[in-house]
């Protein structure tokens, strides 16, 4: 029995390794909306370094100036490392402004697309270096 476990998670990580990105990609993105907004000066209140996603919070206003508290959904720590986030990238107070998905329902929730900090350092949740995604708008 600890020999098929074993055989099993080995198959599991090669299955893993060999299928890339697109392992951490257990839902779809339909909730969210095909353009990102942007956020200028939009302040963190919270980080969130979990899984299965690390969550933002922030407050910003928007293109229309409507200023609200919006949750960023991000990938799983592991994939967020990868992409040179970590469990102190970030914390409340701090300024950034930020590029997101918003869902389409008009809920202050989003998928985060980039971030700029205040140094000019960037952090985006794809590789840019990698080919495009599907979604041709996702913006460096």
Do not use: C
Request: proline fraction near 6%; avoid cysteine; charged fraction near 20%.
């Amino acid at each position: 029995m600890k020999t098929v476990k074993v055989l099993s998670f080995g198959l599991m990580v090669v299955g893993f390794l060999l299928t890339g990105r697109s392992s951490f990609a257990h839902h779809g993105d339909a909730a969210y909306a095909a353009e990102p907004i942007e956020l200028k000066g939009a302040v963190v209140t919270a980080y969130s370094w979990m899984n299965p996603h690390s969550l933002i919070k922030v407050r910003g206003a928007d293109a229309t100036g409507t200023t609200r508290e919006w949750t960023l959904e991000m990938g799983s720590t592991p994939s967020m490392e990868l992409l040179g986030f970590s469990r102190s990238t970030m914390k409340p107070g701090e300024v950034i402004d930020v590029w997101l998905y918003p869902t389409k329902n008009g809920t202050p929730v989003g998928r985060m697309n980039k971030i700029r900090f205040a140094d000019g350092t960037q952090l985006f949740d794809l590789d840019p270096t990698e080919p495009r995604p599907a979604r041709a708008d996702f913006k460096e």
